[in-house]
């Protein structure tokens, strides 16, 4: 017998809303590329939307193949967990190559911060 076929309707209903949910949320960051003037502001929304998206698919898959084999199927969580890390961390590179980019063309963009403190405070 087809294994596809053994999957109760419990299983399949929430993999599908996961799956939707998912590319809901990939919608919306693209949405939110298109409509963002800035550059700056058009990190944002692809960067959560596609984090966001990735937490879905891994539940759903998490969920279809736990089902799939009738014990849980964790290593899935490793695809959103290293995402979740990089993310961020790529996002805050880009946004600093960025602005390097705007200061060396001449343009207003707010002063770069100091991470030293003042030689005669305390």
Do not use: T
């Given at each position: 017998m087809n294994e596809l076929s053994e999957l109760s309707l419990w299983i399949e209903i929430p993999v599908a809303i996961l799956l939707v949910l998912s590319s809901v949320f990939a919608l919306?960051?693209?949405?939110?590329?298109?409509?963002?003037?800035?550059?700056?502001?058009?990190?944002?929304?692809?960067a959560l939307a596609s984090t966001l998206a990735a937490w879905c698919v891994a539940l759903a898959s998490i969920i279809y193949f736990s089902g799939l084999k009738s014990s849980p199927v964790l290593h899935a969580w490793l695809i959103p967990i290293l995402l979740s890390i990089t993310m961020p961390v790529t996002t805050l590179l880009l946004a600093r190559a960025a602005l390097f980019r705007k200061r060396m063309s001449g343009h207003d963009v707010p002063a770069e911060v100091s991470s030293r403190r003042s030689e005669g405070g305390s």
């Open positions: 919306i960051g693209a949405f939110g590329l298109v409509r963002m003037k800035d550059y700056f502001q058009r990190m944002h929304p692809p």
